[in-house]
């Protein structure tokens, strides 16, 4: 393991490079959008990341997304780093692209506790507001967060290749009496260009359904309180979404889970993050 000395670039953005298992590693702490200026065009292989989802979490950090006061702001802030991400795309690279949904309940503050997440009660929350969070929405609507923001998307060139549904296995319930408990989240997968790296044998090998993904959910964790997705999830996207020896790339790193993997299946890695605390986690878990 080799780790470079820490640099500062523009905005006030960290950068921290390394080695695991003869392949590099860079990390960039600071706001998505910015740190993403400082990646090469078209110089990486595949994408894989969850941005924190609509007002449901509050990381204590200035300029985070996830918790602007209407759905238009937020899906226009995701969207800016989606800009970034077309650019540094290669042109036959692939996106995937993990995103949940919420609700819009319309009714003041919440008073109750979550046990999955202590930071996902704040007060008063967007969703929480009276008002439709300037969607004329109906209270006890989902909001249809994930499609809001893959429209979008391929409306700026993004051709949206498949919706993935991740059947969350075992996942712990939703406090809920009157719908359905979710079990499932999208992963939609987007690419730049008609011709782009597939794999779909790994699909074939492991006999599972191709656009259905049953994989048990990773526990919160204690360290964090953040919501990492399982290595079997990253992993299934790269078998099929990158080739050997690719570049790897989460803007939105948390726990850094998609570094990890891409550097354990022997590919490049790289990082970003704009909490503090989720970098240095981040550093201590790729020096040990």
């Known amino acids: 393991m080799n780790i470079f000395t820490d640099e500062i670039l523009e905005h006030n953005i960290h950068k921290w490079s390394g080695t695991m298992n003869n392949k590099t590693w860079t990390l960039f702490c600071g706001d998505a959008v910015d740190s993403l200026r400082n990646i090469p065009d078209e110089s990486v292989h595949c994408i894989v990341t969850s941005p924190p989802y ?8 200035d300029g985070q997304i996830g918790l602007e006061d209407t759905v238009n702001e ?8 989606m800009d970034q991400l077309y650019r540094v795309l290669r042109k036959d690279g692939v996106l995937f692209l993990n995103l949940g949904d919420t609700y819009y309940s319309g009714k003041g503050a919440s008073h ?5 997440s202590n930071k996902r009660r704040f007060g008063l929350r967007p969703v929480d507001k009276s008002g439709g969070l300037g969607e004329n929405l109906e209270r006890k609507s989902i909001i249809g967060i994930p499609w809001r923001v893959a429209i979008e998307m391929t409306s700026r060139r993004w051709v949206l ?11 712990l319930p939703e406090a809920v009496r009157d719908r359905p408990r979710r ?10 260009d008609r011709k782009y790296y597939f794999n779909r044998q790994p699909l074939i090998d492991k006999q599972i359904d191709e656009d259905v993904w049953t994989i048990t959910p990773r526990p919160s964790g204690t360290e964090l309180q953040t919501a990492p997705y399982p ?4 992993s299934r996207c790269l078998d099929i979404g990158c080739p050997e020896n690719g570049v790897v790339l989460d803007p939105f790193s948390g726990s850094g889970t998609t570094m990890q993997v891409a550097l354990k299946t022997g590919r490049s890695a790289i990082g970003i993050d704009i909490s503090e605390t989720f970098c240095r986690y981040i550093l201590e878990h790729l020096e040990g």
Do not use: N, T
């Open 112 to 116: 109750g506790k979550d046990s999955k």
């Open 54 to 61: 609509y007002s449901l979490r509050d990381y204590g950090v």
């Open 74 to 81: 937020y899906v226009q802030s995701l969207c800016r780093v």
């Open 161 to 171: 290749r498949s919706p993935i549904i991740w059947h969350r296995e075992k996942a």
């Open 231 to 234: 290595d079997e999830l990253v």
């Open 183 to 192: 079990s499932y989240e999208y992963i939609f997968m987007f690419a730049k």
